[in-house]
């Protein structure tokens, strides 16, 4: 098995953190912890119903995991796996960027 594209998974990420709904639901995991749909929606400003898609779509993000819990209760805990994976993805690209404009100073004598 190879391992997951780097760009593929930064992607992801970056397309799910886009969403500041999202945004706010990896902050309130962060902050407290797993939680479920329901207990996210008493915290934040956003329907149950549309925490559960934008859980959804973390969690093909890879950004949070769902747990099974009591009375079949999902709940939810962050990963941050993946935001590593951009994170890096982010330093290569600034580091390309460093070595050209390094050499562009080079060329015009700067």
């Known amino acids: 098995m190879t391992p997951p594209d780097i760009e593929a998974v930064a992607e992801q990420v970056f397309v799910a953190l886009a969403d500041p709904s999202r945004r706010a639901i990896l902050a309130?995991?962060?902050s407290r912890?797993?939680?479920?749909?329901t207990d996210l929606a008493a915290r934040l400003p956003i329907t149950r119903q549309a925490i559960a898609k934008h859980l959804t779509l973390l969690a093909e993000a890879g950004l949070v995991t769902a747990e099974p819990?009591?009375?079949r209760r999902v709940r939810y805990r962050l990963r941050s796996a993946p935001m590593r994976v951009a994170q890096q993805f982010l330093a290569a690209l600034a580091n390309d960027?460093?070595?050209r404009l390094d050499a562009l100073?080079?060329?015009?004598?700067?």
Do not use: I, K, Q, Y
Not at 33 to 37: N, R
Not at 105 to 110: A, E, I, M
């Open 28 to 30: 309130a995991l962060a």
């Open 33 to 37: 912890g797993p939680a479920t749909a």
């Open 69 to 71: 819990g009591e009375r």
């Open 97 to 99: 960027w460093d070595g």
């Open 105 to 110: 100073r080079d060329h015009l004598g700067g």
